[in-house]
């Protein structure tokens, strides 16, 4: 059974960062496909970003160029270093697994994704 902790949100002024991290259970980094999500008050959940057990990368039209996601193999985390972060971008913050190595082309749906954490606040001021 895979598990995920989020840590790391917080409150923070717009223009600001703030980086997340998800404790996964061992060798879920190097075994599956990896996201991160949101969902911002009385809107549906949708995709941030994910990684691919090679590391290769991809973002959300909205966030990129400001998000980077990352993973520690060795440390079983995942991150999210989220920079000019913006009042859009205040959210319950997720991560989550797949149950396949490879990144979904459509990555951002969240039926590929077997496994969530409880999620982490991210509130960011004008």
């Known amino acids: 059974q895979v598990q995920l902790a989020e840590s790391g949100g917080g409150s923070v002024q717009a223009g600001g960062s703030l980086r997340l991290s998800c404790l996964a259970s061992r060798g879920t980094s190097r075994s599956y496909c990896m996201g991160w999500f949101r969902q911002a008050p009385g809107k549906e959940r949708e995709g941030v970003a994910s990684i691919d057990t090679l590391g290769r990368p991809r973002y959300a039209d909205s966030v990129k160029d400001r998000f980077t996601i990352s993973k520690d193999n060795a440390k079983n985390t995942l991150y999210l270093q989220m920079s000019s972060l913006k009042p859009e971008d205040t959210a319950m913050y997720y991560c989550?697994?797949?149950?396949?190595?490879?990144?979904?082309?459509?990555?951002?749906?969240?039926?590929?994704?077997?496994?969530w954490g409880q999620g982490t606040q991210v509130i960011v001021s004008s």
């Open positions: 989550a697994a797949d149950v396949i190595g490879s990144c979904r082309p459509t990555w951002s749906a969240l039926y590929w994704y077997n496994y």
